[in-house]
């Protein structure tokens, strides 16, 4: 995907300055040019190019029908961030990030369950029946439980990938996100240490102008995924439409032929009909082909519960490019493919996901995706 994004607009914007020399993690070394009037300045040919490369896997996680978690809550990045998320439809935390939010999801449902329910007894009058005491109780419930889980209400299960605004802040999301193998994407200044983070963005977190530039790039890379989620959506439904309109020509091809047989001489029948056969032939060897093509394209595996973009990488590339492959593949072979594509990636438990993946090749979704809310992580 090419950027739209040039270094002229992030240097209006701030994003190259760091923090103070005094305060800065030296695992950012790479990604800072030089040192100004006591300041790290962030070197923004790598901010650039790293940026491309976390909206290229975006916008794949996106295309997946995955939800990406945004969080925020620091005070200059929580407005910016609920504004831009809100418009492609994503889960948001802006308030405190509430404890066990990933790790324990089963009992954060609850809560925003809790939220219905509420939501029901005012539909259905029951509301009406409690006392004014009971009633204001409920109301500060209700109220509390929007403020902090409103904006991820919609998210069933757990997320395809989280991004985060100033790892430094938000450590306990980092945590967890590492504890059950979601891939990282955050915002790093000079001051935060990058090696938990799978796809690092150095610039500047703590200016508005900047996050809102870096915040505007990445939800276009993922409405982008989102609307090509879309097309291929009505590409797949298009086809099964036409399916009957062409069963019904050849019906009626069938039918004006039959009266012409009859009409030609018997010689000249004799002579048609080795044609038809060499037709037939030709049609036969043709009809292959697409077959090839289907076999060849690779299926999306971070649809498995706890493969991420990179996980799928390394087993795309080691041959494992189909969920019947990975379905067949025995665990340790997988680990071990992992480990050897990268070091970061060995303490990853690839345990359940041939089960899944058999799911997966079966077209059984429904079934694969109630397995998914009931594990944590792809363990069971």
């Given at each position: ?26 695992n ?27 909206n290229?896997?975006?916008k ?7 939800k ?10 929580k407005d ?21 939010m990933?790790?324990?999801?089963v ?7 809790k ?15 409690l006392?004014k005491?009971e ?16 904006s991820i209400a919609?998210?069933?299960r ?7 605004v ?20 955050a ?16 610039a500047?977190d ?16 993922v409405?982008?995924?989102l609307?090509e989620r ?7 439904e ?10 019904e ?20 029948a004799?002579k048609?009909e ?43 590339n080691?041959?494992?490019?189909t ?7 025995d ?9 050897e ?11 359940s ?15 694969l ?12």
């Amino acid at each position: 995907m090419a950027s739209n994004v040039e270094v002229k607009d992030l240097l209006e914007a701030g994003v190259h300055f760091g923090h103070l020399t005094r305060k800065w993690n030296p695992n950012m070394s790479p990604y800072i040019y030089m040192e100004r009037n006591g300041i790290h300045v962030i070197n923004l040919y790598k901010t650039v190019a790293k940026l491309d490369e976390a909206n290229e896997a975006l916008k794949k996680i996106a295309a997946s029908g995955r939800k990406i978690l945004f969080v925020a809550t620091k005070k200059q990045a929580k407005d910016i961030v609920a504004d831009k998320v809100s418009k492609i439809n994503m889960p948001y935390i802006t308030e405190r990030w509430p404890g066990g939010m990933l790790t324990n999801f089963v009992t954060i449902r609850k809560a925003v369950k809790k939220m219905a329910a509420i939501d029901r007894m005012k539909k259905d009058g029951t509301f009406n029946t409690l006392s004014k005491k009971e009633r204001l109780q409920v109301d500060r419930l209700r109220a509390k439980l929007e403020k902090n889980l409103g904006s991820i209400a919609d998210m069933t299960r757990l997320p395809g990938a989280i991004f985060i605004v100033d790892t430094m802040r938000e450590h306990i999301a980092v945590k967890e996100a590492q504890k059950l193998n979601i891939p990282i994407f955050a915002i790093v200044d000079t001051n935060s240490d990058p090696r938990p983070i799978d796809y690092v963005i150095p610039a500047n977190d703590d200016a508005g102008k900047s996050i809102e530039v870096i915040m505007g790039q990445v939800t276009e890379a993922v409405a982008q995924g989102l609307a090509e989620r879309k097309n291929d959506k009505e590409e797949k439904e298009a086809p099964a439409k036409e399916a009957p309109a062409k069963e019904e020509a050849p019906a009626k091809a069938e039918k004006v032929a039959e009266p012409v047989k009859e009409e030609k001489p018997a010689v000249e029948a004799k002579k048609e009909e080795p044609k038809v056969e060499k037709v037939a032939k030709e049609e036969t060897k043709e009809e292959p082909k697409p077959a090839k093509a289907k076999a060849a394209k690779a299926d999306d595996l971070t649809k498995i519960e706890g493969a991420g973009p990179k996980a799928a990488e390394a087993l795309v590339n080691s041959g494992i490019d189909t969920y019947a492959k990975l379905a067949k593949a025995d665990p340790e072979k997988i680990k071990e493919i992992l480990t050897e594509a990268s070091s970061r990636m060995a303490h990853l438990d690839p345990t359940s996901w041939p089960k899944q993946a058999q799911m997966a090749a079966d077209d059984k979704w429904d079934e694969l995706k109630e397995w998914q809310e009931n594990a944590k992580g792809g363990v069971e």
